[in-house]
């Protein structure tokens, strides 16, 4: 993969030029948490070192959208500005990954996601101190990415190491090519070890949770398992796991009267309330909790990587900081695997 050097110094220069490019999003540390914030409420670009506490998604597909307007054969889709995310985590590429899977892939395509992706540009980093929530590894991802990023940003002594990973990313380095400097193999050996170190890290601290074998054929073994049953009792059924998870795309389609025509919205809903399933006629294939929360977990190591080749969680830990009943995805998995 193409990898240049930055200096801090002209780091600050592609900061400006990305400003220009268009709407500029970036992880912005702040008292020990990270988020995402457009780059004019943050003023300066602080390497974050680790995901933000929210996920990308909500750049991607909104919370809540007007979709279509009728008596009209118009689409809603408006112009969108080309926009940078500049901090985007492993776990993060990996669930938009995801999420192309879902929205861009088929006959049926979403116009709206389709249309921020086009104008998107994302710059990914290694993380350099990872949560004790994080477990990225025992997902099949590392604490840097790999893939699907179109630059890659390593922080090293005195500035960064820039892998180019798409078309995009090469416009950007062609745009700008007095700042980036042939990476040498004293920047790459530095990147390196920081990248094995940190990997260690997280290793060690998710071992008691690393599967016996693959999630899906453990699953295929629990689905009536009484573990399921006794990590619900303190699930609220808040859905704060689902709207937190940077993977999960669940939505809720809906009209409402604007003059003397009618909208369609679009807003975020998840499998975790009782309704969402139901049918016409009063029907539900799962009326009750435990089958609700047992359904996210087939869904995420199950159902996903059977139909797209891999899991639908990126090991992030956002769930388990979110959950107000204190259940920890990785626990529960454990648990799972023992039965």
Known sequence: METHYVSEADFIKLLSWLENRGDLYVASREDDQVSIKPFGEVGEFTYPGVRAYQPLKPLFFSLLEEVAEYPTEEEALREIKPFSILGAASCDIRAIEALDHVFLEGQFKDPFYEERRRKSLIIGFDCTEPLETCFCVIMGNNPYPEKNFDLNLSKIEGGYVVEVGSE?????????????????????????????????????????????GAWREILAKAFDDSAWARNVETCVECAACLFICPTCQCFLLYDERAGDRYKRLRMWDACAYKNFAKVAGGANPRPHLVERFRHRYYHKLDYFPKNYGFEACTGCGRCIVACPGKIDMRKVLKEVCKS
Not at 179 to 199: C, G, M, W, Y
Request: charged share 40%.
């Open 168 to 212: 995009k990313g090469k416009e950007v380095v062609e745009a700008n090519k007095e700042i980036f400097k042939p990476a040498t193999e004293n920047h790459l050996s530095q990147r390196d070890a920081i990248r094995s170190s940190v990997k260690a890290t997280v290793e060690k601290q998710s071992k008691e949770f690393k599967p016996s």
